[in-house]
């Protein structure tokens, strides 16, 4: 169903509208939704999810639901966002996970793989995340996705920090004749 990528512990694949009590649990949580300017209600659920799936359609990507395996549970969200930042369009990666299960390396797990989806399949140079510098969990999991901040950004009336990581430059081939 819809699958993108797989990683030791978990699936990334595109939402559905079933999806939404499952999201529910992380996007409604007042803690996860700390930096951000507003809780997300109900309906606000759905059109998340409708919003996204709009996504998939006209960009090729958007916030993947984030599969636990073990569990077979839908446990938050990770993916890659076109996003328009200063004049220009770049790719944001983006998580969100359900509270109970922080602090095990699941969010850096995601994030990784969508770095490496994103370089095999998007014709971009960088990638990025837009984290506020109070986001400090936010901020370790960008660092450990190989991003250094780029410089800082006002983002929808916000400070946030720009993380960037580029594309790793393909291997020099030996010339021939070597
Ligand atoms: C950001 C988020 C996805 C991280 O998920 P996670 O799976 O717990 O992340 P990881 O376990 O991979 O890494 C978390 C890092 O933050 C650290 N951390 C955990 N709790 C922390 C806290 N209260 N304060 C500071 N750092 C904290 C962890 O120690 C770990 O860093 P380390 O490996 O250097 O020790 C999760 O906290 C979340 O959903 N937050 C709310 C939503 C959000 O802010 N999303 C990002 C928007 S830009």
Excluded at 5 to 21: I, N, P, Q
Aim: proline share 3%; with cysteine; net charge negative.
């Amino acid at each position: 169903m819809g699958t993108i990528l797989e990683t030791e512990r978990l699936v990334l694949r595109e939402f559905v509208l079933s999806d939404a009590d499952a999201l529910a649990l992380v996007l409604s949580d007042p803690e996860t939704m700390k930096y951000y300017p507003a809780l997300i209600d109900r309906d606000g659920i759905q059109q998340w999810i409708e919003r996204n799936l709009r996504r998939y359609a006209e960009d090729g990507v958007g916030l993947w639901a984030m599969m636990l395996k073990a569990a077979g549970e839908m446990i938050g969200d990770c993916g890659i966002i076109r996003q328009h930042v200063e004049a220009e369009y770049l790719y944001e990666i983006g998580y969100h996970l359900r509270r109970d299960l922080w602090g095990q390396g699941l969010a850096t797990e995601a994030a990784i793989a969508c770095r490496e989806w994103g370089f095999a399949n998007l014709k971009v140079d960088r990638l990025i995340s837009l984290i506020r510098p109070e986001n400090v969990q936010s901020g370790r999991v960008a660092e450990r996705n190989g991003m250094t901040i780029w410089k800082e950004v006002d983002w929808r009336g916000l400070r946030h920090y720009l993380y960037v990581v580029k594309r790793e430059p393909a291997p020099k081939l030996l010339a021939q004749g070597y």
